[in-house]
Each structure stands twice: as structure tokens, then as C-alpha cells.
């Protein structure tokens, strides 16, 4: 009778062991996520779509459609380089050339200024990450002869090199290396209007201005949002970089 009461016993204490074991939280290294991946274990794809995801979400909410909207286009070419900071050097004598040209122009208005899909690649030895930033704009121009209304399609790809780099204490952040507007990828097309002025000339102009005025506004903005990114993100891909491993994925 002993040994059957103790045995009742040893069993309801083993069953009140194996309900407080199964309420105790798993040690870190064995966390899942809900979807059962493990918590550090994120695919590339969703590292290199998260940070593609942050840099656009940042460069909208800093402002980026805004200050494309209020590019100071007309005076810069007006002025021929006199307050641009340089931008217009050794440019001066194309504007200076093409004066009457210019002085047609009463009015140049950006809108619908639009961010598209970020691209995204790793370099072949895999330490450094290169962001393609496609930007669009019409450019609406107005004219003395007849006030008419000349409208440009613009398109234009910013290019920023990302690297990881490691400071005094150990710790690993993503800085911005080089950032310039991507050779050949101006696109500059008539969309409606007839100009009473040679479109190709002022295409010609453009060709030469625009693509740095946007990279000087542009750059500054992406290396802002750099430093506000999530620290985990951050961390994850900045430790994969330092390592040169492969994680954006070839399409």
C-alpha cells in the first residue's frame, strides 16, 4: 500500500516538473520566429529588400520629392554657374553662348517628381553595395513667343556606394562611399508642345547641368538616412559586408 501511494506521488510530481518546464522561455540561440525561421537567420533576399525598403521609406520622408519639385533649374542656368557652388565650372561658355536661347525662357516648373524602384547590387568581392536611385521629373517650360508650353520627361539614375566599416570600439556601421549620377542613364524626351526655341539646345544644356544639381541634392539626403537606419538591420548587413559575404541575390 506504501508503494502504490508513493508511486501516485513521484507521478503527480513529475507531471507538475514537465508543466513548469514547458512554460519556461527557450535560451536565445533556440528562439524561432512565428514563421518558424530563426530569429538571425534572414534570408538575403529579405535583408537586401529591407534595406532597399528603408533607404526609399527614408529619402520620402526626408523630403527627397519635395526638393527634386524645387530644384533652382532656371536660375542656375540663368546665372551661368555665378551662385551655383560650382557647379557650372567650365560650363560657362556653353550658357554664355546660348544666352538668347535662354533669355526665351520665362519659366521653368518641376513637377511630378517621383522615386522609383531601388536597385541594388554587391560588388564582386562582395564588401561593398552599390544603390541605384532612378529619379523622374517633367519639366513644364514657358516661353516669351506665345507663352507656350514646352514639357520635358526626365529621368536620371543616382548611384551610392555603401561600405562597412569599423570604428575605434569594434562596433560596425554602413557609411556612404562614393555617390555620383550614373553615366548615360539622363533620359530627356518631348512629351507634348511645340517649342519656339531649338529643343536641342536647351536638351543640350540640360544635359550638362541637371545631371549634377540632383546629385548635389540628392547624395547628402542618402547619407542622412544612412545614419537613422534600424541598428539591427544595420548591424546584420554590415557584418555580412565586412565578411564579403554574398547576399544580394543576381537576377
Known amino acids: 500500500m506504501f508503494q502504490i501511494g508513493g508511486l501516485v506521488v513521484f507521478c503527480g510530481?513529475?507531471?507538475?516538473?514537465?508543466?513548469?518546464v514547458d512554460t519556461l522561455p527557450l535560451p536565445l540561440d533556440q528562439t524561432l520566429l512565428?514563421?518558424?525561421?530563426?530569429?538571425?537567420?534572414?534570408?538575403?533576399?529579405?535583408?537586401?529588400?529591407?534595406?532597399?525598403?528603408?533607404?526609399?521609406?527614408g529619402l520620402l520622408s526626408e523630403g527627397l520629392l519635395g526638393i527634386l519639385e524645387n530644384l533652382p533649374l532656371l536660375n542656375i542656368l540663368k546665372t551661368g554657374g555665378g551662385t551655383?557652388?560650382?557647379?557650372?565650372?567650365?560650363?560657362?561658355?556653353?550658357?554664355?553662348?546660348?544666352?538668347?536661347?535662354?533669355?526665351?525662357?520665362?519659366?521653368?516648373?518641376?513637377?511630378?517628381?517621383?522615386?522609383?524602384?531601388?536597385?541594388?547590387?554587391?560588388?564582386p568581392e562582395g564588401h561593398r553595395l552599390y544603390v541605384t536611385i532612378p529619379l523622374g521629373i517633367n519639366l513644364n517650360v514657358n516661353t516669351l513667343l506665345v507663352g507656350r508650353l514646352l514639357k520635358l520627361a526626365v529621368k536620371l539614375n543616382i548611384t551610392a556606394e555603401i561600405l562597412a566599416v569599423k570604428n575605434e570600439q569594434g562596433k560596425i556601421?554602413?557609411?556612404?562611399?562614393?555617390?555620383?549620377?550614373?553615366?548615360?542613364?539622363?533620359?530627356?524626351?518631348?512629351?507634348?508642345?511645340?517649342a519656339p526655341l531649338p529643343v536641342q539646345s536647351l536638351?543640350?544644356?540640360?544635359?550638362?547641368?541637371?545631371?549634377e544639381l540632383v546629385q548635389g541634392e540628392v547624395?547628402?539626403?542618402?547619407?542622412?538616412?544612412?545614419?537613422?537606419?534600424d541598428v539591427t538591420l544595420v548591424h546584420s548587413i554590415a557584418d555580412l559586408l565586412i565578411h564579403g559575404l554574398e547576399f544580394v541575390i543576381k537576377v
Do not use: R
Not at 555617390?179 to 508642345?193: E, M, R
Not at 536638351?203 to 545631371?211: F, R
Not at 547624395?219 to 537606419?229: D, F, I
Open 13 to 20: 510530481l513529475l507531471a507538475q516538473t514537465t508543466a513548469l
Open 34 to 57: 512565428s514563421d518558424g525561421t530563426p530569429a538571425q537567420d534572414l534570408s538575403p533576399t529579405d535583408l537586401a529588400g529591407s534595406l532597399t525598403d528603408a533607404l526609399s521609406n
Open 84 to 123: 551655383s557652388g560650382g557647379l557650372l565650372e567650365g560650363l560657362l561658355g556653353k550658357v554664355t553662348s546660348v544666352v538668347p536661347l535662354l533669355n526665351n525662357i520665362i519659366d521653368i516648373k518641376i513637377t511630378n517628381p517621383q522615386l522609383l524602384e531601388l536597385g541594388l547590387v554587391q560588388s
Open 173 to 194: 556601421h554602413l557609411v556612404l562611399g562614393d555617390c555620383i549620377h550614373s553615366p548615360w542613364s539622363l533620359q530627356i524626351s518631348l512629351l507634348n508642345g511645340f
Open 203 to 211: 536638351v543640350s544644356i540640360l544635359n550638362e547641368v541637371l545631371p
Open 219 to 229: 547624395c547628402p539626403l542618402v547619407n542622412g538616412v544612412l545614419s537613422q537606419l
